[in-house]
Nanobody, 118 residues
């Protein structure tokens, strides 16, 4: 069994910061990449950030560029999302993901609530 365990969510005022953390536990996996999605009530799930371990390549949703930073440690299957200058529209449940190949599979965390008040 593989579990992605998340922490760091909470309530923050607009303009504030949060750092989300995610670490895999259970059976060892060799992830190709890890990242974050988010979903607000009544809205579609949205890509937020991803780090590809080979080359430490990072990708972000356009609205997060310049505000969000993803980092992590491949050997620990651990990933972080530093979120600065938060806006009310960032309010959502944030999900940690890990992607493997051979087989091709996506693991998902349980989600952590981020609420940004105005």
């Amino acid at each position: 069994q593989v579990q992605l365990l998340e922490s760091g969510g909470g309530l923050v005022q607009a303009g504030g910061s949060l750092r989300l953390s995610c670490a895999a536990s259970g059976r060892t996996i060799n992830s190709f990449s890890m990242g974050w999605f988010r979903q607000a009530p009544g809205k579609e799930r949205e890509f937020v950030a991803r780090i590809v371990w080979s080359g430490s390549r990072t990708f972000y949703v356009d609205s997060g560029k310049g505000r969000f930073t993803i980092s992590g440690a491949n050997a620990k299957n651990t990933v972080y999302l530093q979120m600065n200058s938060l806006k009310p529209e960032d309010t959502a449940v944030y999900y940690c993901t890990a992607h493997t190949t051979f087989p091709d599979y996506d693991y998902w965390g349980q989600g952590t609530q981020v609420t940004v008040s105005s």
